[in-house]
């Protein structure tokens, strides 16, 4: 049984790299496809692995933003892409990174969609599943239209957040010999996404909140809730490294422009049409694969409910169809303007920002009920047939319309290279700044007049000593007062010292430029991006949870030696 068991899992992942590698062969002619995120993505991925060669294992301070004058990005925008990017980019060229990428996230994909179809339905049919889930029409629409990567990374591992909380909160049999590894399992799955991307870490947040809800109806008891409840708590607290100081520091920047005008839910729903003719066409494109993708879905639950009716059916069955069911019809709901209220006054839902994302948590009971379709004969292959047409329909509709472009690495590299680096992030913007402001070539230190009111800048002597990410360290000798400019923008971490003495950096007038009035003489001026509290706190939360789930992995692992004979 354990070499079957190998087989199947073989099987599975030669079934989900195959589907992968089909879903970029596109790329393999037409060159990447350069989506709304792109240059986001790769410029990350490029000024991490620029980090790691300065020594820089956990990248803070985004370097080569704002043209060199650098944003805490990485303090806000989870970790898990950004390193598996710039890794990637040391294995293979950098133009090839962005397919590598999709074919590791899709094959994880179609793994994590089997190990949820596997657990109640036959081999063959939980193969369809893995296959429908790493080709789904909207991870189709993330790789050719948005190449959002992070959130590709998310929505591979839904199928086994959803099916870890389903465990835990007792909706499933729990296969897994004890509560407590279960609550370990859920609590890994559930952080890894929200360490993948914030937006789909809100959007499993929900979904685990509402099969909690459903638990605690339907057994009548808030057992499930507490369950649940540790489940989260661990989950958080394991991802509390990224998160704490992710909402701790946004006070510093201008995060509020994550919301702008075309952002926001209102902006987003379905069909909206608005006065930009861009955001129309693409909103058009992402509302119709949202009508593809519920269509087949509720086609499929269909067929799937009328197959278990004919047959005797598990338990568990009925409880995931009616879960996955309910699942449905909530990301359905979100999707359209009635929804409105939901998105102004529930927490952090307005950060998802577009309500089609909810197709992130619709695409796993897609895979689930087509893969369920397949168990009934008659039905089998015509259900296949309509599957392969509506993919390969929308694959083929998405590569016509993507922008195809390899020039957009390069073109980073290139502006790295010259000591120019990229365009900054509005949300990430520091509240002192204006990035609109900051000039695209700047030199590293520039003297200024000794008043800020005008005169000529006086003769003055530069040596950097060290220039790197997370620190900079010069000498300036004058004989006159002077000011300086660094190209660096103030952000509260930044810790600045004059001659061994901290100092508080003036600002630009029009941004946020860091600018030092030294006397005369040689004054040695110190830059260093420091652990601030919020930080190291996450920190200590972080490796608390890490001690916790082992814990609870250990206490289960030996329930279970005790319990075999």
Same mark, same amino acid.
């Given at each position: 049984m354990a070499s079957?068991?190998?087989?199947e899992?073989l099987?599975?992942?030669g079934?989900?790299l195959?589907?992968?590698?089909l879903?970029?062969?596109p790329?393999f002619w037409?060159? &990447?496809?350069s989506?709304h995120?792109?240059?986001? $993505?790769?410029?990350s991925?490029?000024?991490v692995?620029?980090?790691w060669?300065?020594?820089?294992f ?6 080569w933003?704002?043209h060199g004058?650098g944003e805490p990005r990485?303090?806000f925008?989870?970790?898990l892409?950004?390193?598996l990017g710039?890794?990637?980019g040391f294995?293979?060229?950098?133009n ?5 990428f999709?074919v590791i ?5 179609g793994i994590c969609a089997f190990?949820l179809a596997? %657990?109640f =339905?036959p081999?063959n049919?939980?193969?369809?599943g ?5 080709a ?10 948005r190449? @959002?990567f992070a959130?590709?990374l998310?929505?591979a591992?839904?199928?086994?957040v959803?099916l870890?909380a389903l ?6 049999e729990?296969? $897994?010999?004890?509560l407590s590894r279960?609550?370990?399992l859920?609590a ?10 914030a937006p789909?870490?809100?959007l ?7 099969i909690?809800?459903?638990a605690?109806?339907?057994?009548k ?6 369950r649940g409840?540790?489940g989260?708590a661990l989950?958080f ?5 990224y998160?704490?100081?992710a909402?701790?520091?946004q006070r510093w920047v &201008?995060?509020?422009?994550?919301l702008?005008s075309?952002?926001q839910s209102?902006d987003n729903?379905?069909?909206?049409m608005?006065?930009?003719?861009? $955001?129309?066409a693409f &909103?058009w494109i ?9 269509v087949?879905t509720?086609?499929?639950?269909i067929?799937?409910r009328?197959?278990a ?7 568990d069955r ?6 996955l069911m309910l699942?449905?019809?909530?990301a359905?709901i979100?999707m359209?303007r ?7 006054h ?11 994302r909810?197709m992130?948590? =619709?695409?796993?009971?897609?895979a689930?009920?087509s893969?369920?379709?397949?168990? %009934?004969?008659r039905m089998?292959w015509?259900?296949?047939v309509l599957v392969?047409?509506?993919v390969?329909?929308?694959?083929t509709f998405?590569?016509k319309?993507a922008?195809w472009d390899s020039d957009?690495?390069?073109s980073l590299q290139?502006?790295i290279?010259n000591?120019q680096?990229?365009e ?5 913007d520091?509240v002192?700044?204006?990035h609109t402001n900051l ?7 520039q ?8 005169g000529?800048a006086?003769n003055a002597?530069?040596?950097i000593?060290?220039?790197t990410?997370e620190?900079?360290i010069?000498?300036?000798t004058?004989r006159?007062p002077?000011r300086?400019g660094l190209r =660096?923008?103030?952000?509260?971490a930044?810790?600045?010292?004059v ?8 600002h ?8 030092l ?6 004054e ?8 601030t509290p @919020? %930080?190291?706190l996450?920190?200590?939360i972080?490796?608390l949870?890490v001690?916790?789930l082992?814990?609870?992995?250990n206490a289960?692992g030996?329930?279970?030696l005790?319990?075999?004979?």
């Amino acid at each position: 049984m354990a070499s079957a068991g190998f087989r199947e899992w073989l099987l599975a992942v030669g079934v989900s790299l195959g589907t992968a590698l089909l879903v970029i062969a596109p790329f393999f002619w037409l060159g &990447n496809a350069s989506g709304h995120d792109f240059g986001f $993505h790769a410029a990350s991925w490029l000024d991490v692995a620029g980090q790691w060669r300065e020594g820089i294992f956990f990248p803070r301070w985004t370097e080569w933003a704002n043209h060199g004058f650098g944003e805490p990005r990485f303090i806000f925008y989870p970790p898990l892409s950004w390193m598996l990017g710039a890794a990637l980019g040391f294995a293979v060229p950098w133009n090839a990174v962005p397919g590598v990428f999709i074919v590791i996230a899709q094959t994880m994909a179609g793994i994590c969609a089997f190990a949820l179809a596997r %657990r109640f =339905l036959p081999r063959n049919a939980a193969l369809f599943g893995a296959a429908c889930y790493a080709a789904n029409p909207y991870a189709l629409l993330i790789v050719y239209m948005r190449s @959002d990567f992070a959130e590709q990374l998310a929505c591979a591992l839904m199928p086994l957040v959803l099916l870890t909380a389903l465990e835990l909160c007792g909706l499933v049999e729990n296969r $897994h010999g004890s509560l407590s590894r279960a609550m370990a399992l859920f609590a890994v799955a559930f952080a890894a996404v929200w360490l993948s991307n914030a937006p789909a870490g809100v959007l499993a947040s929900y979904s685990v909140a509402l099969i909690l809800a459903w638990a605690v109806l339907a057994q009548k008891s808030l057992q499930p809730l507490w369950r649940g409840a540790g489940g989260l708590a661990l989950g958080f607290g394991l991802a509390s490294f990224y998160l704490l100081p992710a909402a701790y520091e946004q006070r510093w920047v &201008n995060i509020t422009q994550a919301l702008s005008s075309g952002l926001q839910s209102s902006d987003n729903f379905l069909y909206t049409m608005g006065n930009d003719p861009e $955001h129309n066409a693409f &909103n058009w494109i992402a509302s119709s694969t949202a009508i593809l993708m519920m269509v087949m879905t509720g086609i499929a639950a269909i067929s799937a409910r009328r197959e278990a009716a004919q047959e005797q059916e598990g338990e568990d069955r009925k409880k995931l169809w009616r879960m996955l069911m309910l699942l449905s019809v909530a990301a359905a709901i979100l999707m359209i303007r009635p929804s409105s209220i939901f998105w102004e006054h529930l927490p952090k839902l307005r950060f998802v920002q577009f309500p089609w994302r909810w197709m992130a948590i =619709l695409a796993v009971p897609y895979a689930y009920f087509s893969a369920a379709a397949m168990v %009934r004969t008659r039905m089998r292959w015509i259900w296949c047939v309509l599957v392969l047409a509506a993919v390969c329909g929308t694959a083929t509709f998405l590569v016509k319309k993507a922008w195809w472009d390899s020039d957009d690495i390069p073109s980073l590299q290139e502006a790295i290279a010259n000591d120019q680096g990229f365009e900054g992030t509005d949300e990430y913007d520091p509240v002192s700044d204006d990035h609109t402001n900051l000039p695209e070539k700047a030199l590293r230190v520039q003297v200024l007049p000794a008043e800020e009111s005008g005169g000529s800048a006086p003769n003055a002597e530069i040596h950097i000593e060290r220039w790197t990410a997370e620190e900079k360290i010069l000498r300036v000798t004058s004989r006159e007062p002077l000011r300086v400019g660094l190209r =660096l923008l103030d952000y509260p971490a930044w810790r600045v010292e004059v001659n061994g003495k901290a100092v508080r950096p003036e600002h630009a007038e029009t941004n946020g430029e860091m600018i030092l009035t030294l006397t005369p003489g040689t004054e040695r001026i110190t830059a260093r991006f420091a652990r601030t509290p @919020d %930080r190291k706190l996450g920190s200590a939360i972080s490796l608390l949870a890490v001690l916790t789930l082992l814990a609870l992995l250990n206490a289960g692992g030996l329930r279970l030696l005790s319990a075999s004979p």
